[in-house]
């Protein structure tokens, strides 16, 4: 119902920035928080940054001062400046939209919450 593309992950070394973008597509109302969560091999998807509709945020203590999410609710769009990377920094990035979506299968709107396919950031050392 909900499709997330993210974008902008790479190789960077340490100290270096990346920007990574997320659109959202769909049959979609409104949507009310995105976020960027991140994973790597052996640990539980964690919170990195989150932002509500009206542009309240909440950070990671581990990326505080670091890194800036924000949106565009007219593209449906989330952003998150990742500044001063640090190899610990190195995961898989997924984007994650709450969303409020209207289908043909239900007579009122349904809430919905979507990830995007995740984007691979690197940070060396």
């Known amino acids: 119902q909900v499709q997330l593309v993210e974008s902008g992950g790479g190789l960077v070394q340490a100290g270096g920035s990346l920007r990574l973008s997320c659109a959202a597509s769909?049959?979609?109302?409104?949507?009310?928080?995105m976020g960027w969560f991140r994973e790597t091999p052996g640990k539980q998807r964690e919170l990195g940054a989150a932002?509500?509709?009206?542009?309240?945020?909440n950070y990671a203590d581990s990326v505080k001062g670091r890194f800036t999410i924000s949106r565009d609710n007219a593209k449906n769009t989330v952003y998150l400046q990742m500044n001063s990377l640090k190899p610990e920094d190195t995961a898989v990035y997924y984007c994650?939209?709450?969303?409020?979506?209207?289908?043909?299968?239900?007579?009122?709107?349904?809430?919905?919450?979507?990830w995007g396919q995740g984007t691979q950031v690197t940070v060396s050392s």
């Open positions: 994650n939209a709450d969303t409020v979506i209207a289908t043909i299968s239900a007579p009122i709107p349904l809430p919905s919450r979507s």
């Open positions: 932002i509500g509709r009206t542009g309240s945020t």
């Open positions: 769909g049959s979609i109302i409104v949507i009310n928080a």
